[in-house]
């Protein structure tokens, strides 16, 4: 079964500052990738997602992260944050014609004002 | 469209009664997950549906668990007898099969706690 990692669980940054949080899956074949975000007392959105094609993918709210298959990595960037990103990020994959989804264990971002 | 939702948003019973958990999928969506997040084990698919059917329920932890999808736009899982070590959120998401592979777009989740 494919397995999700992403490292560290917590970060704290200021308002301005770039995130870059890192995902890798551990799975050979072919995998669709995704980003949740999940805000404070609120259900788990998806921000982006990679099927196929062009390995950056854009997503909501000014994120985006690159599919890098050789690394087997999934990372998720943003520019500038803001205090709004505040959130816990949920990175999870799934393979060709299975529709299991396995989540990492989730990034906590604080930014401060 | 309101969105998937679950019913009661939290729980709150003693060890050994019995738990029901709703969820109602978005309408179209063919594919129906449960989902369990705790802190320990974070998200964990519990088990998902296809057109109402059962597909995998390899993550459901013990037969204290069951789900059931009687139609299209209703699910349950029920936990009997529930214990402390159940308390968690559970999710239900739900997803169309079409463009590629689905993305599930989740509901509010069911805070429960056993006591």
């Known amino acids: 079964a494919q397995s999700v990692s992403q490292h560290n669980h917590h970060v704290i940054l200021s308002e301005a500052a770039s995130l870059e949080l890192g995902c890798n899956y551990s799975y050979g074949g072919t995998v669709n990738l995704f980003w949740y975000v999940q805000y404070p007392g609120q259900h788990l959105q998806l921000l982006l997602k990679?099927?196929?094609?062009?390995?950056l993918v854009k997503g909501i709210k000014g994120f985006e992260a690159e599919f890098i298959k050789s690394k087997f990595s999934f990372n998720l960037r943003k520019p500038s944050v803001q205090w709004s990103d505040t959130a816990e990020y949920f990175c999870a994959v799934s393979t060709y014609g299975n529709n299991r989804l396995a989540f990492g264990k989730g990034n906590q971002v604080v930014v401060i004002p | 469209d309101a969105g998937v939702i679950q019913s009661p948003r939290h729980e709150v019973t003693e060890m050994g009664q019995e738990v029901t958990l709703r969820c109602k999928p978005i309408?179209?969506?063919?594919?129906l997950f449960w989902y369990r997040q705790t802190m320990m084990r974070g998200l964990e698919l519990l088990i998902y549906f296809n057109n109402n059917v059962p597909i995998d329920d390899s993550g459901m932890p013990e037969d204290r668990f069951s789900a059931k999808m009687p139609n299209a736009s209703f699910s349950t899982l029920k936990i009997q007898p529930s214990e402390p070590r159940d308390s968690a959120v559970y999710f239900c998401a739900s997803s169309s099969g079409l463009a590629g592979g689905p993305s599930p777009f989740f509901g509010p989740g069911t805070r429960l706690t056993v006591l």
């Open positions: 309408s179209g969506h063919d594919y």
């Open positions: 990679y099927f196929s094609g062009d390995p």
